[in-house]
């Protein structure tokens, strides 16, 4: 069964060919930095790789572009859309719908836009890739992954908020977590590399646009950064991650702001981007480097996040086994890595620097020989993951 995954992200889509049951990948490739100045597609088969910048201003002129490659007579790998027999997208907010992976109908796609307000940089882009590729792929299955299902094991202690309780019992207002099929593959890839006795403790670091930290016990997900949409916690490319409530209602009280406009402000105009100008990791480095202070400010900023963060988890699992980096800025942001472990020592935290510039599509550990925890960078492939989960669904 040849399974298309379409993982549209706030700013990119990554998608993979994949063979089931083989979960082996026949060719893969990312569209990124979508909207914004030299935006670009990469397209990888067997040993030949391409790429070609463009304007993409949207993500359904991205999804186009992928299928044109997947169908280019020379470096394609379909002759036609009805090769595909499913297509597996990612979705972020499920609410308290999904649980579980679904076949995709008229109902599922109106539940999904039901939960725009929850998601609004993700769940438009992720049913945009379903009504696109539904116009490509017409024969094809369409199949939806939650990205709230994996954190379903989280306690009432960790998803309640402090409210009314009838806000939760009629409105369901309460803790759903995100990028939960990243969240799952990389601590499977973990608990399978170190063995389930030396894995049962692990915090996960997902940093990429969107970041986002999980508590692992025994494999289960206990706590999560994000909460009932995806926008506190961490600081992200443009979403402000966690700010104190009284903030929002000055800014619409006192400087007269609307509701909708304070959500765009923190959603679309807030985090690295509001701080720096800056939405992309590579940019606000580069400028840092160069003596920006303002991107000095926010990268101490983002670092201090983590930090108190990883304190945090590692307190409410009681210990710590594993710390796993992965995502787009975790998996290849050396600098980054080396500033979140730096002065960890306290908690067995302690980071080898000669191996954490190693580069490698593997997993691999690069912390000290003294250090006590192991910190694993494990390169995420949430689209593995979704044709598992869509291929034992249309079983």
């Known amino acids: 069964m040849q399974i298309l995954v379409i993982n549209s992200g706030s700013s990119s889509i990554k998608f993979q060919l ?4 083989s979960c082996q990948a026949v060719c893969s490739g990312l569209v990124e930095r979508i909207g ?35 169908m280019d007579s020379k470096i394609g790998v379909i002759e036609s859309a009805n090769d595909i027999d499913a297509v597996g997208h990612r979705v972020v907010h499920g609410g308290n719908k999904f649980a579980e992976t679904v076949l995709i109908t008229k109902e599922v796609k109106e539940s999904i836009k039901e939960l725009y307000d929850l998601a609004p940089l993700h769940n438009p882009a992720n049913l945009e890739g379903i009504l696109v590729a539904e116009e490509i792929f017409t024969e094809a299955k369409q199949v939806a992954i ?23 019992e009629n409105y369901n207002i309460r803790l759903y977590g995100f990028h939960g099929t990243s969240h799952k593959y990389v601590s499977e890839q973990a608990r399978n590399y170190l063995g389930e006795e030396k894995s049962q403790k692990i915090i996960s670091l997902h940093l990429g646009n969107g970041c986002s930290a999980t508590a692992i016990k025994d494999g289960r997900s206990i706590d999560h950064s994000l909460g009932f949409a995806p926008m506190n916690g961490l600081i992200m490319g443009t979403r402000s991650g966690d700010i104190d409530p009284s903030v929002i209602f000055y800014i619409i009280k006192k400087l007269g702001y609307s509701p909708e406009a304070v959500n765009n402000l923190l959603n679309k105009k807030s985090g690295m981007l509001g701080l720096t100008g800056f939405s992309d990791n590579r940019d606000i480095r580069s400028a840092a480097n160069k003596g920006d202070q303002r991107c000095k400010e926010a990268l101490l900023m ?8 990883i304190g945090a988890y590692v307190a409410i699992l009681n210990g710590l086994d594993a ?10 942001a050396v600098d980054l890595r080396e500033e979140i472990c730096e002065d960890l020592t306290f908690l067995g935290i302690e980071i080898d ?25 494990i390169p995420t492939n949430e689209e593995v993951e979704i044709a598992k989960q869509s291929f034992e669904l249309l079983q």
């Open 18 to 21: 994949i063979e089931m049951p």
């Open 323 to 332: 710390l796993i980096f992965t995502a787009g800025i975790g998996e290849n």
């Open 146 to 168: 939650f990205d709230t299902a994996f954190h379903q094991t989280i306690p009432v202690e960790a998803y309640k908020y402090a409210i009314p309780n009838e806000f939760l």
């Open 302 to 309: 983002n670092v201090y996040r983590i930090k108190k963060i």
């Open 36 to 70: 914004l100045e030299n935006a670009k597609l990469k397209y990888e088969v067997k040993d030949s790789k391409h790429e070609k910048i463009t304007d993409i201003p949207d993500h359904k002129t991205g999804l186009k572009l992928v299928a044109s490659y997947l």
């Open 353 to 377: 620097s000669l191996k954490n510039e190693i580069r490698s599509d593997e997993i691999r550990e690069i912390q000290s020989v003294n250090s006590k925890i192991k910190i694993l960078v």
